[in-house]
């Protein structure tokens, strides 16, 4: 039987733009499923909906937002059983740039109801299960139109705010942020982070 992974697109991202890297883990010997849902509904509501929707034992992968939900959902479920987790880009620890965006009302529209995620907070993992960060580097992302991001940054999320205490391991790579999810280099760094828990 292949392994399952599980797949949770970010804000605003169908589940379609996931079918690309969905199909390089089909490639390498996975099982993949997509898990749709509507970032701008309520986060505690996706997080029971992707509890449900757990296959069994299974990986996950979130990108953006998607990290996020991946990273609540298993912290809060542990009889969801998990083989390894990978966030792409997920700002953990809230995000600077959904802060920026949420200060308007057309922002806080088009944000809906995950607004609150942006505040500042901690991240913590608490399962014993390998978890991997992945973070952008190339600063180029919808971000930007709303003021400059200190630090190292993918354009909309800064590597600061993918920190997870507790994670196994962090990769940096030189992509923007929604390209994380379309990277065959990010695509053989997940493979990899699945089958042995490390990126190196």
């Known amino acids: ?26 490639k390498r010997g996975y099982e993949t499923r ?8 309520p986060h505690e509501a996706n997080v029971e909906a992707l ?10 992968v979130g990108h953006s ?29 809230g995000s600077l740039c959904g802060r920026r965006l949420g200060a308007a ?22 399962r014993g299960a390998p978890l991997g960060v992945v973070a952008g580097t190339l600063p180029l992302g919808l971000g930007r139109t709303l003021g400059r991001l200190p630090g190292v940054n993918d354009g909309v999320v800064c590597v600061e705010e993918t920190t997870v205490e507790g994670m196994t391991e962090r ?9 994380l999810v379309l990277s065959r280099k990010v695509g053989a760094l997940i493979d990899r982070f699945l089958r042995s828990g490390r990126f190196q």
């Not at 589940?15 to 883990?25: F, I, K, M, T």
């Open 65 to 93: 937002l998607g990290g996020v939900l991946v990273l609540d959902m298993l912290n809060r479920h542990p009889e969801v059983q998990a083989g390894a987790a990978v966030l792409l880009g997920a700002p953990v620890r």
């Open 171 to 179: 990769a940096l790579v030189r992509e923007g942020h929604s390209m």
């Open 105 to 126: 009302a057309i922002g806080r529209w088009m944000l809906g109801e995950c607004c609150p995620l942006w505040d500042e907070r901690p991240a913590r993992w608490t």
């Open 51 to 60: 509890a449900r929707f757990a296959p069994g034992k299974a990986h996950f």
């Open 1 to 26: 039987m292949r392994p399952q992974v599980v797949l949770a697109p970010g804000l605003w991202f169908p589940g379609a733009v996931l079918q690309l890297l969905a199909r390089r883990l089909e």
């Open 34 to 41: 997509i898990f749709p849902y509507s970032g701008r509904r």
